[in-house]
């Protein structure tokens, strides 16, 4: 099964803040849908009212299984989300992390075995899988957070800036993992402030100050706006952090 | 006067049998901009923290600003400034708040707090106004002011860890302005980074691998040592993931 997400008109308040000024996107379902934006744009605050976290002001989201409209409780039981900073347990270890999200999700030993295996070898922390989570470097602390979130099969799955701080070793490895991902036909929306992960995206939605600039291929994107990359684009609308 | 910002020789870290930083030295010139590369685990972090005073080595010594640690630390953490990778902000008090925290911490009187927090925030070019609680500050604005905390006392050497994970293009550019001029007010900068793109910008770069000090030169040195055949145009991306990778399998 395939999930399907569309956003109408979302508007979310926060404090004295606008965080969404009529937010109307479309994510594809069975590929890798980026969320770009400088921080501050309002990629955490859209990946939350995805999730049901937070309740929009204004605006709707309506969800979609194999093009069939689905409601909010069909779709929750498959949906995965990593925050932007995982809380984990600091006196696990890996391992027990590794485990007890496996337990949680009811992975089937096999299917724990083949993954956790993937998992600890595309984040290398094969080595590191008897030290607490406490004591981990911030990278490698990051690194399990993304796959606690990656050891289940979800149909819908929310990464929110995945790779801050992850090496760029790492950050071409888990490029490539999550494309292993999508080719289970999972749907997968991620939020990243790197511009050029963009182009590992199928499709891209540009977000600025809640806002939504434009969504498209990155390809195409760039083709329409005669840029190199989607840097250039936010350094040249400026302003903004 | 003209010692050098920071001296490590043969700098050792242990965690019960873990070594996370091995016989590691180096040395980082006044006014220098200097790029501290790894993967995660590498060590960058540990070294830093002993650096700052915050960790005793296992062996190894270190002076920084001329300093060394026979007092325990005492005196060095006087002269540095340090932003850490964790956030260091309360995101529920506001920018100003925060500087005035920061001064507490630092036991600065309230007055020179006050022409300090001024002076930081004309040097940065800080526009929000200090009564936004940091929760509402964009991010990039929130690096500036962590910067500003950390230099309240106004330190010799600053270590930025990871100063600018998750800014935006925008944000980067004007924090790498301030690092700059940092540098040109004779601070020495010691900075950790993922972007291949701000490690550019360094003077020199150290890249550490498992606890090793394995290649310091400048990003044009390190690009034509790492790929020495004439025409080979690589990036210092190429470059890291050679260097990393090679040993290592
Ligand atoms: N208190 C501790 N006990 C045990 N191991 C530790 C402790 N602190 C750090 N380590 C280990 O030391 C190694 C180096 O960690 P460090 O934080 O210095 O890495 P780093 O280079 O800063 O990485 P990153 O890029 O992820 O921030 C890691 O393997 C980490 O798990
Ligand atoms: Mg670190």
């Not at chain 1, 992390?97 to 070898?121: K, M």
């Not at chain 2, 070294?47 to 005492?74: E, Q």
């Not at chain 2, 956030?87 to 036991?107: C, I, S």
């Not at chain 2, 690096?143 to 950390?150: K, N, T």
Request: with cysteine; hydrophobic share 45%.
């Amino acid at each position: 099964m395939s999930v399907g997400v569309e956003t109408s008109g979302l508007r979310k308040r926060l404090k004295a803040n606008e965080a969404l000024s009529g937010v109307t996107l479309s994510f594809e379902p069975g590929v890798l849908n980026g969320v770009i934006g400088p921080d501050g744009a309002g990629k955490t605050t859209l990946l939350r009212v995805l999730i049901g976290l937070l309740a929009p002001t204004e605006g709707t989201v309506a969800y979609s299984v194999d093009g069939r409209p689905a409601g909010f409780d069909a779709i929750r039981p498959g949906m995965a989300y990593m925050p932007q900073q995982p809380s984990l347990y600091p006196d696990l270890s890996v391992r027990e992390h590794l485990e007890f999200f496996a337990d949680l999700y009811r992975l089937p030993a096999a299917v724990y075995r083949e993954r956790s295996e993937e998992l600890l070898r595309v984040t290398r922390l094969e080595r590191f899988q008897d030290r607490r989570a406490g004591r981990l470097s911030g990278g490698m602390y990051k690194k399990l957070g993304l796959m606690c979130a990656l050891l289940q099969s979800p149909s819908l799955m929310l990464l929110d800036e995945p790779t801050n701080g992850v090496d760029p070793i790492s950050r071409r490895e888990f490029w490539e993992l999550l494309g292993r991902v999508t080719a289970r036909k999972v749907t997968v929306i991620i939020s990243t402030a790197y511009m050029e992960e963009a182009d590992r995206c199928a499709r891209v939605h540009l977000l600025e100050a809640g806002k939504v600039l434009a969504s498209g291929a990155p390809a195409e994107l760039k083709r329409e706006r005669g840029i190199k990359g989607f840097a250039e684009l936010f350094l040249r609308l400026g302003g903004a952090a | 006067m003209s010692a050098p910002g920071v001296e490590v020789s043969e700098l050792v870290v242990r965690f019960g049998d873990f070594t996370a930083v091995d016989r590691v030295s180096f040395t980082v010139e006044r006014g220098e901009v200097f790029g501290f590369l790894g993967a995660n685990g590498a060590g960058k972090t540990t070294t830093i923290r002993v650096l700052c005073g915050l960790l005793l080595p296992t062996s190894g010594s270190a002076r920084v600003a001329g300093l060394d640690f026979s007092d325990g630390g005492k005196a060095i953490k006087s002269k540095v400034g340090y932003m850490s990778q964790k956030f260091t902000l309360y995101p529920d008090l506001t920018a100003g708040e925060n500087l005035a925290f920061a001064a507490g911490l630092r036991k600065l009187d309230p007055g020179l707090a006050r022409e300090r927090t001024r002076e930081l925030l004309d040097f940065i070019g800080f526009t929000p106004a200090l009564t936004v609680l940091v929760r509402d500050l964009p991010g990039g604005f929130k690096q500036e002011l962590a910067l500003a905390a950390a230099m309240m006392h106004a330190p010799e050497v600053v270590f930025l860890d990871e100063p600018t994970s998750g800014v935006a293009p925008a944000g980067r550019v004007r924090f790498w302005e301030l690092i700059y001029k940092l540098a040109g007010a004779g601070k020495t900068v010691l900075v950790t980074t993922h972007y291949m793109d701000e490690a550019e910008r360094c003077g020199r770069v150290a890249l550490m691998r498992a606890g090793k000090l394995i290649a310091l030169d400048s990003p044009a040195a390190l690009k034509r040592e790492a790929f020495p055949k004439p025409g080979a145009a690589p990036s210092l991306e190429d470059v890291f993931v050679k260097l990393v990778e090679g040993a290592d399998r």
